[in-house]
């Protein structure tokens, strides 16, 4: 697959300063000579300032972008109605009942201004029905296709794991049509590292864990193809907007 995004001006890795921050003194800037690039290719993933400059930059398609931890369901909640603005959205939720919250959808994209009929959405409710949704979502025309804890069902067993290649598989090819967000959990096995095996660490491009603090959202960017890992940043609660909570009064069981 040819790079999407052009070489950076200069050969150094990405630096950054402690005495300027983006957001609350969490991240800094660049430097002054890579601030044009950067501006360029920053792209909003989940509509809030500090966690969209720990992920950018980011091209259009071509990239899977995976959010780990206690805080990645809220996350995803948030790209979904970002991205809902841009275009049409493809979601696929894997888990039996709970865990997606289409209220607080609405609520997000109506805080936005934007409008929730873009927003397609899916449920996979055993292993083997989770890669041929996430083909399916891809070949819907979908600028931006979330997957949530598609990794739900992982066997027990790390030698069973070898069921999980083909919805890493899945992933990747729907990175080609567009751009793919992924919401996993921590994995049972590794250091802190997302859920999916050394196959899936391998593949996504962008790795951020996130987790739930008393002043906001923590980040920790982990992997980036253009940004040298560990970064940490932190979202207030006042920039994420909301805390994570039941925003609807009726049944989950309406949508299905």
């Known amino acids: 697959m040819p790079l999407l995004l052009p070489p950076c ?3 150094t890795l990405w630096p950054y300063s402690d005495a300027h921050s983006i957001s609350h003194g969490a991240y800094g800037y660049p430097r002054t000579e ?7 290719y920053y792209r909003r993933i989940v509509g809030i300032p500090s966690i969209d400059f720990v992920v950018s930059p980011t091209p259009s398609k071509g990239w899977i972008i995976e959010l780990y931890g206690s805080a990645a369901m809220l996350l995803a909640h948030h790209a979904i109605a970002e991205a809902a603005g841009r275009g049409l959205v493809a979601v696929v939720h894997v888990q039996d009942f709970g865990g997606f919250d289409p209220y607080l959808v609405r609520r997000l994209a109506r805080a936005r201004g934007v409008s929730v009929d873009n927003v397609l ?34 066997p027990r067993s790390p030698r069973d794991y070898w069921r999980l290649t083909p919805i890493t598989a899945a992933l990747r090819n729907a990175a080609r049509r567009a751009l ?9 096995y590794g250091r802190l590292l997302p859920e999916g095996g050394n196959f899936h660490h391998h593949s996504v491009h962008v790795i951020v864990r996130a987790w739930e603090t008393g002043r906001g959202v923590m980040l920790e960017l982990v992997k980036h ?15 994420v907007g909301v805390a994570w909570r039941w925003a609807g009064r009726r049944s989950l069981l309406e949508y299905l």
């Open 9 to 11: 001006p200069l050969i």
């Open 34 to 40: 890579k601030m044009k690039y950067y501006k360029k």
């Open 121 to 154: 959405i899916a449920r996979a409710f055993r292993l083997q029905d989770v890669a041929p949704l996430v083909e399916e979502a891809s070949r819907t025309g979908a600028r931006t296709v979330v997957v949530i804890d598609p990794y739900h069902y992982t």
């Open 180 to 188: 793919v967000v992924v919401a996993n959990r921590v994995g049972k």
């Open 225 to 239: 193809p253009y940004k040298p890992a560990p970064r940490r940043a932190l979202a207030t609660w006042a920039e």
